[in-house]
């Protein structure tokens, strides 16, 4: 999430939060989520016989924008 213009607002005030979730769901240069297992999983290897806790599929290497 960019924080650029979000100066005046109190890290711990609704107002914040709220801002900063807007920013994330955008899919803009303001915000992305980054990692949403329940549908892009991630690609997993493990060489020591760990568990693949990954739920989705694997939609390969995705970039985002932002400032």
């Known amino acids: 999430v960019s924080l650029a213009g979000m100066e005046d607002l ?6 914040f ?7 994330a769901l955008s899919n803009s240069e ?7 297992d329940s549908s ?3 690609r997993f290897t493990g ?3 760990e568990g693949n ?10 970039t985002v924008s932002m400032r």
Not at 30 to 36: M, Q, T
């Open 40 to 42: 892009d999983a991630a």
């Open 47 to 49: 060489s020591l016989n």
């Open 53 to 62: 806790w990954n739920f989705g599929e694997y939609r390969g290497v995705q």
């Open 10 to 15: 109190d890290p711990n005030s609704v107002e």
């Open 30 to 36: 303001l915000g992305h989520i980054a990692i949403d």
């Open 17 to 23: 939060i709220k801002e900063a979730a807007t920013r």
